[in-house]
């Protein structure tokens, strides 16, 4: 079975978040999400925009509208 550089980066950018969780079992499931959630935001929002992922602007752009997000809902907590 052939693995793509698309697929092989996936699967490393997931290793290496996993090490940056909390560590706590009861937490993997909600952690993997927030992280899927994460990345679907990026995707749409880079070809909503039609940012260009090598581009640093496009890239604080996104992060700027994923962190005005989460600070959005825990400013409400």
């Not at 090490?19 to 959630?37: D, F, K, V, W, Y």
């Amino acid at each position: 079975m052939k693995i793509t550089k698309r697929q092989l980066r996936r699967i490393i950018k997931e290793e290496l978040l996993a090490e940056r969780g909390t560590g706590n079992p009861a937490l993997q499931r909600e952690e993997q999400e927030i992280r899927m959630a994460v990345e679907n935001f990026y995707d749409k929002y880079m070809m909503t925009m039609q940012g260009d992922p090598s581009n640093p602007r496009d890239l604080d752009r996104v992060k700027t509208a994923i962190f005005d997000n989460i600070n959005a809902v825990l400013d409400v907590l």
